[in-house]
Every structure is written in structure tokens, then in C-alpha cells.
């Protein structure tokens, strides 16, 4: 297993904990450190996971309106919590992570759906992030540099 896929595995299960806890930015370093022992992170992979972490959190408002407005006949308070938090990493390494092609970021959303939730959970993240892939107005295929 690549070791982003992994990376982001952590993340993913970071975020998720996150949303269904509520927890306030304050106590961010202990859940942090909190991670860091239980997925047994070195050193050199933290700061990856921090980015990922903090600017998804820090971003969600956004996020979240750029989902809101993918989703038809659907509202976002219905999306399994799971999906919800692949959907939010994705649209974060979009916009924010321009060293990482779109299409890794679909890929590993994808995979990891299908990990954590279910093959219609990674067919449903595909179909949203076929809507905003398009309107990022760089190549899908390439890191900008």
C-alpha cells in the first residue's frame, strides 16, 4: 500500500472522529498527538497529515457549500458521516494541494471509500468529484509545479 494511502487512512479517521465528536480547535494538538501514538506516525509523515487535518477543518464552510451545491435532490445532513469526510478531504486537496494531480486526489477518495464505507459510497464520491473536477481550471493529470 502506498504510503499517502496510508497517510491519508489516518487522516480520514482523524477527521471522521473529529465530526462526530464536535470537538473545539483548543484541544486540536492533544487529539493530534493522540493520532500520532495510535497510528504510530514517524515524525517526517506528520506534518502531511497536520496540513490535511488543519486546512480541511479550517475550510469546511467552504467545503461544505461546494458539496452542498454537487449534491441534487439530496441534503448533506442525509450523507453517511464516512462519506461525508472523504468528500470534505478530497474538495480540500482540490482546492488547497496543488502538488497532488486531481486525479490522485479522486483515486484515493475513491479507494478509500470503498475501505471504509461501500462500493455505492465510492461510486457516489466519484460521481461528486466528476462535477468540481472540471471547474478547477488546471490539468487533472499533472501537479502544478
Known sequence: MPKRRQLREAVIQFLYFWEINKLPMSEMDHSLETIWEAFELPIDDREFCK????????????????????LENWDRSRLHKVDLTILRLAIYEFY??????PVVTMNEAIDLAKSFSNEESGKFINGILDKIAPTLGRSLREPVK
Not at 96 to 101: A, E
Open 96 to 101: 488547497n494541494r496543488p502538488d497532488i494531480p
Open 51 to 70: 496540513q490535511l487535518i488543519i486546512g480541511t477543518l479550517q475550510n469546511l464552510d467552504k467545503i461544505d457549500k461546494i458539496i452542498d451545491e454537487r
